[in-house]
């Protein structure tokens, strides 16, 4: 069964420091991954996704994800924060086996950025 | 112009009652997604339509019914409706795949007495 794992539920940075959100999945095919991010009272909205091709990822608001095979990892980084980062972050697969877009999140990581 | 909405954001309401929340989308999508998140921030996916056919039904209580008048639209009616309902419901949408993104509502908050 597929499952998403993201090993830190809660993370605090300095603003300006380096980020790196892990993420680790469980997937016997092909997975098709995507990182969320859901600000305070808000919906979520898509960073990046990766279905094939370069590993890493380039998404918006500057960050990017590496998809490691070998690790069954796809871990999120930022290499400098900004307070507004300071948000819930989820990582999810979803099934190349079905057609029907269902994803699987992990349970999210919170960071927060201290100033 | 608002891409997924939901309607109402917040619903107080007491054990045993029935409540409605409606969604609309006008990105143009054909496949529509309702999730629940719960007080652990834990995202679950409850349904999803595609040009009104239902084409995921997780195991969720049948007290739990959607309803797709239209590709555009996708509510959610809730029977009976208990403590443990209250969540955050999420709607989404999304052309229909896997690779496709999905494009969140801002939730409805519900928050059953």
């Known amino acids: 069964a597929q499952s998403v794992t993201q090993p830190d539920i809660h993370i605090t940075v300095s603003e300006g420091a380096s980020l790196e959100l892990r993420c680790n999945y469980s997937?016997?095919?092909?997975?098709?991954l995507f990182w969320y991010v859901q600000s305070p009272g808000q919906g979520l909205q898509l960073l990046l996704k990766?279905?094939?091709?370069?590993?890493l990822v380039q998404g918006i608001k500057g960050f990017e994800a590496e998809f490691k095979r070998s690790q069954s990892s796809f871990n999120l980084r930022k290499p400098s924060v900004h307070w507004s980062d300071a948000a819930e972050y989820f990582c999810?697969?979803?099934?190349?086996?079905?057609?029907?877009?269902?994803?699987?999140f992990g349970q999210g990581t919170t960071l927060q950025v201290k100033p | 112009d608002t891409a997924v909405s939901q309607t109402p954001k917040y619903l107080v309401t007491q054990m045993g009652n029935d409540k409605s929340i409606k969604c609309e989308q006008n990105?143009?999508?054909?496949?529509m997604y309702w999730y629940k998140q719960d007080s652990k921030k834990f995202l679950k996916i409850m349904f999803s339509?595609?040009?009104?056919?239902?084409?995921i039904n997780e195991t969720v209580p049948n007290r739990f019914s959607p309803k797709s008048p239209d590709k555009a639209h996708l509510n959610l009616h809730i029977n009976s409706l208990e403590l443990g309902d209250s969540a955050v419901y999420f709607c989404?949408?999304?052309?229909?795949?896997?690779?496709?993104?999905?494009?969140f509502g801002p939730g409805t908050r519900l928050l059953v007495l």
């Open positions: 989404a949408s999304s052309q229909r795949g896997y690779q496709e993104t999905q494009y």
């Open positions: 997937y016997g095919a092909t997975p098709y």
């Open positions: 990766y279905f094939s091709g370069d590993t």
């Open positions: 999810a697969v979803g099934a190349s086996s079905s057609n029907t877009g269902k994803l699987i």
């Open positions: 990105l143009g999508h054909d496949t």
């Open positions: 339509y595609n040009n009104k056919e239902l084409i």
